[in-house]
């Protein structure tokens, strides 16, 4: 099985709907990493969390570590046509720090 | 300033053959990772290099995967006797503290 784990593997939702994200570790996480990869391109780095309890926001776009620092969650508010990609959560763990491994991605598509 | 970069863009190769991915990180990155994604997969580790310290090679899938990284900079991945199930893009990316700046990627195709 996965260090990380994703669910879902796939999304299709409407235009303005919300939706979340998440990505679990089967090990205490040192760090967290969200990129973005749009179909056929390179990945963009979305946020970072470390803290337990830490959440950070990027435009219509949140992600908090829970305290345990097992798992993250990303949540999209008001999705629009641009969002539609594949959302990879990245992760170190605390028994290896600087191995950056990553799940296996959820595609989300965004219907107008 | 200048990002990851990668050579070749695309490489067609026969089963058999060796092969030579190229990555050039960012001046001054200490990090360098090699990943492999494959068509509508996420990304799998294949090593890192730390500055001056031993590679995690904990990831290459077989011994016919091998990877260097020359003065500190430049990083080639090496595939010999190259099989089908090679084909994927090849990621390199490259880390200073935390965000880690992905190049463009390989495209290897095994025929």
């Known amino acids: 099985s996965q260090e990380l784990e994703q669910s879902p593997q796939s999304l299709i939702v409407q235009e303005g709907k919300n939706l979340t994200i998440n990505c679990t570790s089967s090990k205490t996480l040192y760090g967290l990493y969200w990129y973005k990869q749009k179909y056929g391109e390179g990945l963009i780095f979305l946020m970072m969390l470390q803290k337990g309890g830490e959440e950070k926001s990027h435009e219509k776009i949140t992600a908090k570590l829970d305290e345990k620092k097992q798992q993250s969650s990303l949540h999209i508010t008001a999705s629009q046509p641009s969002h539609a990609g594949i959302y990879l959560c990245g992760a170190e763990m605390k028994t290896s720090y600087d191995k950056v491994i990553f799940g296996p991605g959820t595609s989300l598509s965004v219907i107008p | 300033g200048a990002g990851v970069s990668q050579s070749p863009s695309n490489k067609v190769t026969e089963k058999g053959k060796d092969v030579e991915l190229r990555c050039d990180p960012i001046s001054g990155h200490t990090a360098l990772y090699w990943y492999r994604q494959s068509l509508g997969q996420g990304l799998e580790f294949l090593i890192y290099f730390q500055g001056n310290s031993a590679p995690d090679k904990s990831g290459l899938p077989s011994d016919r995967f091998s990877a260097e990284r020359t003065g500190g900079s430049v990083s080639t991945l090496t595939i010999q006797r190259t099989q089908q199930e090679d084909s994927a893009v090849y990621l390199c990316?490259?880390?200073?503290?935390?965000?880690?700046?992905f190049g463009p990627g390989t495209r290897l195709t095994v025929t």
């Open positions: 990316a490259s880390r200073d503290s935390y965000e880690q700046y």
